[in-house]
């Protein structure tokens, strides 16, 4: 194929001494495809694993498939066994390693637990079966088993059954079902849709990513050691509910996308896959240092076994089709694409992509992921990913892997080093504009001050590392503390210039919107297994007397402006003007006009500001008292664009210290 013929390398002409990568990853891709679907069928409907293995109701009978084609011998127990193995719940092998067994329709009833007792050759093991679509943790000995799941109630009844995202940039809340409460405890599906919900649909935010939803034996994982792939976490309540939580956002418009795992799986044996059937490699990789991941502590699928693609592939069928969820972050795709797994490689030129470092294997699952995603017109994809690998979120035709956005990773940590090792009057603009504007020309980019990552133990929420311990003290809008006003300030200013300058989407963790103090540690013996910081304090935000509500307010007006105006639809914003002295940065997108004074000491009247011929009115302040901030401004200010002797077009504006402001021409 000639190199010509790739949009990524007429976007990118360095890439052009890479052709041969392109050229022989599109061929891995086809052949793969190929011998998945021999050509005959797609790739959704060769992601079916989930309608044949597992436990499932067929007729008035009970099938129960496994494959484990190492093990001599696989019998279910549980409770309807006295966990003990039975002739009855023998299973037989049929071939290409799957196992088999037929039960009475009153040989199981729902709410039963249950495990496989599985055999192999020198061993034996209990195990919960690979494709269990339910899992449940004993209060007392913290174990999971399986569950047989078949409710009275029968199949939830969707009341929006053909929902379908609105072609808009996505508005991202990141949210952790367990800890959107705010008492001590884990929160649940249904208090979620009650309680939470109806915040984050009132907030402006159109799409929420949920955390966590894939069980997980160690709470304080944040759901990123998965074990059981098919079953929603039984921590948080019935799949029902979830399904009632998604629901509910499809009536209100609300896209929900899924936080999936398939960078790794945990290393535990009876809840997880790790030598499943008695061997190390039935999933995963089994030798050297691909056999663990060196810091997770983790498995390492093999993604060039057809079984394994079968599995992973039919996860994301299942996840789009029973819960219809409406796409996935995909997490840990910079562990996945890398041998090395991205730990401290600095990827300095393209040579340090496409090397042996790169896992061929790895990259051609993402392909065929995507494709399989982008089968269904209303699935988008996001790769957590912090490379920068070239094509991962372009289209497959034009040379990529075909995920839909990137995660924009290097913003937060620009923001950080701005707050942590620079002096505000250091702030320089000109790399502001970079920094938020930097990415590839083929790809979308989710921009972001901080996710969950920012706000882990051991770290902090920007705002608390600006405010610090006065964020305990000095919160109510009638104290004068000028630490709290700087980071109040800043607060606002760092999220209207990322959103700003994002390309085509934007995310926030669950309360960082309003300033959430402090940092995210699950129970654990380190904090006396406390669920103080595994919360939310959304009292804080409705109490109008605290500075939290104000930045609430603030960034429910932003979002409300950024829709209603469709500015992310727009392409990239445009610098008019910046001063790196004065620390002014002044940008276009669309009609709307953004103008940063990012100084902390600095005020200006009368500044000049180079802007398209027209009158203007203030639509956004961050200043305002409503948002919190001093009032210097006045609501609904006009400007009127005067041609300077220079010829240029200039509005003079008064221009606040650390402040942001948005100005709309006033036809």
Known sequence: MSLNTWNIIKADPYLARFAWFFDDFKKSCDALEQRLTQGRI??????????????????????????????????????????????????????????????????????????LAVKWHGGS??????????????????????????????????????????????????????????????SGYKEFTTNVLPRIINAGYNTIQIMGVQEHPYYGSFGYQ?????????????????????????????????????????????????????TYYQYFHDRGDRKQHPV??????????????KFLLSNIRYWIEEFKFDGFRFDGVTSMLYHDHGIGTIFGSYGDYFSHNLDKEALVYLALANKLCHE????????????????LAAHQ???????????????????????????????????????????????????????????????????????????????????ANLRVERGVALHKMLRLATLTLASYGYLNFMGNEFGHPEWIDFPRPGNNNSYHYARRQWSLRDNENLYYSKLADFDCAMLEFFRAEHILDIAQAS???????????????????????????????????????????????????????????????????????DGVNRIQVYLPTRTGIALLPNY
Request: glycine fraction near 8%; hydrophobic fraction near 35%; include cysteine.
């Open 125 to 186: 093991g209990l195990r919960i079966p690979a494709y269990t679509n339910r899992a449940a943790q004993s209060p007392l000995t913290n174990e999971f088993d399986a569950q047989v799941w078949s409710p009275e109630s029968g199949a939830y009844q969707w009341q929006c059954d053909n929902f379908k995202r609105k072609k808009e940039a996505p508005l991202i809340y990141e949210v952790h079902i367990g800890m959107a409460g705010e008492e001590g405890k884990i």
């Open 575 to 645: 610098k008019l003007y910046s001063h790196c002295a004065d620390q002014v940065l002044v940008v276009q997108r669309g009609e709307a006009i953004f103008i940063f004074n990012f100084s902390p000491t600095k005020s200006y009247s009368d500044y000049g500001i180079p802007v398209p011929e027209a009158a203007y009115r203030l639509v956004l302040d961050s200043d305002a008292k409503a948002f919190g901030g001093l009032g210097r401004l006045h609501e609904q200010q006009e400007y009127f664009s005067h041609l300077a002797s």
């Open 376 to 391: 269904y017109d209303h699935v988008i994809t996001i790769a957590e990913d912090v490379s920068g690998l070239p094509g």
């Open 296 to 309: 997770w502590d983790s498995r390492l699928f093999n993604y060039g076994k057809p079984w394994v693609l």
């Open 42 to 115: 797609t790739l959704s409907e060769f992601a079916t694993a989930h309608h044949y293995l597992g436990l499932r109701r067929e007729g008035e009978q009970w099938v129960f498939r496994e494959w484990a084609p190492s093990a001599t011998s696989l019998c279910l127990i549980g409770e309807f066994s006295d966990w003990k193995e039975k002739s009855e719940y023998m299973c037989q092998r049929i071939h290409d390693g799957i196992w088999e067994l037929f039960l009475p329709i009153d040989a199981l009833k729902h709410g039963q637990l249950y495990r």
């Open 397 to 479: 035709l034009d040379g990529g892997v075909g995920f839909d956005y990137r995660l924009a990773l290097g913003i937060p940590d620009f923001w950080g080093n701005c707050i942590d090792k620079q002096k505000d009057e250091d702030w320089n603009v000109d790399s502001i504009y970079h920094e938020l504007t930097n990415h590839r020309p083929e790809e979308k980019t989710i921009s972001y001050v901080e996710s969950h990552d920012q706000a882990l133990v051991g770290d902090k929420t920007f705002i608390f590392r600006m405010i610090d311990a006065d964020i305990y003290y000095n919160m109510q809008l009638s104290s």
């Open 226 to 278: 998965v074990s059981n792939y098919f079953a929603p976490s039984s921590r948080f309540g019935t799949p029902e509910e979830l399904k009632e939580l998604i629901d509910t956002a499809h009536q209100n418009g609300v896209t929900v996308l899924l936080d999936i795992v398939h960078s790794h799986s945990v290393k535990n044996e009876i809840e997880g896959l790790s030598r499943f059937d008695g």
